[in-house]
């Protein structure tokens, strides 16, 4: 088990967050004094927009509903993401130059248009 302390840039609330494994590049969750949708991202924290978090929501809840009508198990859909998770690590850390601001708009339009059933015929 991992803890996190975070600090909301919104309220300045402070407080601990535990997770059930080891803590991730990013994560996305909500403050507990304000609600505040909050993205930690390699160890900053950050507000998000109350759209975007929403339009986050939805999208996995498509995912998710997808999933849950495949035959597969959890397990092997956690693996599965957590196989690209890893090679979208490893092709980070290979990269010399940091995203171009046109190149994550570009990323951002793809996903956008990307249903949950295109998604996890990538997987």
């Given amino acids: 088990m991992s803890e996190l302390h975070i600090e909301c840039p919104h309220c300045g609330a402070a407080f601990n967050v535990q997770l059930d494994g080891e803590i991730s590049n990013m994560m996305v969750f ?3 004094k304000c609600k505040t949708p909050l993205m930690f991202y390699h160890g900053e924290v950050s507000e998000l ?3 975007e978090f929403a339009g986050l929501r939805e999208k996995l809840s498509k995912v998710l509903n997808v ?3 495949q035959e597969s ?3 092997e859909v956690a693996d599965s993401l957590k196989k690209l998770v890893d090679v979208s690590n490893a092709k980070a850390a290979e990269r010399e ?3 171009t601001d046109e190149a994550l708009a570009e990323l951002e339009r793809d ?8 998604f996890l015929e990538k997987l």
Avoid: F, Q
């Fill in 30 to 32: 909500p403050c507990v």
């Fill in 49 to 51: 927009d109350r759209e």
């Fill in 67 to 69: 999933v849950m009508k």
């Fill in 73 to 75: 198990s959890v397990n």
């Fill in 97 to 99: 130059s940091p995203i």
């Fill in 111 to 118: 996903l956008a248009e990307m249903d949950a059933d295109s």
